[in-house]
């Protein structure tokens, strides 16, 4: 961040919660106002948007529009902490043909270190 000598770090986390993969994106910047925490949140929940912020609204609908009203971004921050962004998306089943199997093609070893291709 500019003018700051604090290290600035970026944690990315998926997790699987039930049905819903849970995605967050953090960092330790120097978080949002509460004033302008809210009316983000306010923009998000109407489905407004705002110039500063066309991914994340856009974002924010193709989440809605895919999956439902039920669905979009959610955002906690405090200044001088950080901020965090999530967001849940149903989780697919995996077909049922790679259910507990692996495969190895031809010429590539199990376990090997091999490039991502084997």
Do not use: W
Not at 51 to 57: E, Q
Not at 94 to 99: E, H, K, L, M, Q
């Amino acid at each position: 961040m500019k003018g700051t000598k604090t290290r600035v770090a970026i944690r990315i986390k998926i997790m699987l919660r039930g049905n819903r993969l849970k995605i967050s994106v953090t960092d330790n910047g120097m978080g949002i106002e509460k004033d302008r925490l809210a009316e983000i949140r306010r923009q998000l929940s109407e489905g407004s948007e705002s110039p500063g912020h066309i991914g994340l609204f856009n974002t924010n609908i193709r989440l809605k529009l895919s999956y439902g009203e039920q669905y979009g971004i959610a955002i906690k921050s405090k200044r001088g902490f950080g901020t965090s962004v999530s967001f849940d998306i149903p989780a697919a089943e995996p077909p049922p043909s790679t259910v507990g199997k692996r495969r190895i093609k031809k010429g590539c070893r199990e376990k090997s270190r091999q490039p991502r291709d084997c």
